[in-house]
């Protein structure tokens, strides 16, 4: 079973950076999607980018990009989300979820994380 560990969380000033990280287990044979989403107190969960295993292609939601970086060291089954020009908008839960194959919508990820609550505040 498929088994995700996210890390990094924390309380950051506007403007600041964060990279948060999520440590994988449990990998059967085959392709992912590894994305992250966020959920803020009241809103709808969001998907904020993710990676695919098999070419490495990267996608990213409108209101992260230029500003969030994912990364994958397959070594370490490891997936990175480096967060830069944090906003109080950026606040909320990140969740690192897995998805069969490749990157596809929110209901193809059936394996999560815990989450990592990420503070956008002065």
């Known amino acids: 079973q498929l088994q995700l560990v996210e890390s990094g969380g924390g309380l950051v000033q506007p403007g600041g950076s964060l990279r948060l990280s999520c440590a994988a287990s449990?990998?059967?044979?085959?392709?992912?999607?590894l994305g992250w989403f966020r959920q803020a107190p009241g809103k709808e969960r969001e998907g904020v980018s993710c990676?695919?295993?098999?070419?490495?292609?990267?996608y990213y939601a409108n209101s992260v990009k230029g500003r969030f970086t994912i990364s994958r060291d397959a070594a370490k089954n490891t997936v990175y989300l480096q967060m830069n020009s944090l906003t109080p908008e950026d606040t909320a839960i990140y969740y690192c979820?897995?998805?069969?194959?490749?990157?596809?919508?929110?209901?193809?990820?059936?394996?999560w994380g815990q989450g990592t609550q990420v503070t956008v505040s002065s």
């Open positions: 979820a897995a998805a069969p194959i490749r990157c596809g919508s929110a209901a193809d990820f059936g394996s």
């Open positions: 449990g990998f059967t044979l085959g392709y992912y999607g």
């Open positions: 990676i695919s295993t098999y070419d490495g292609r990267t």
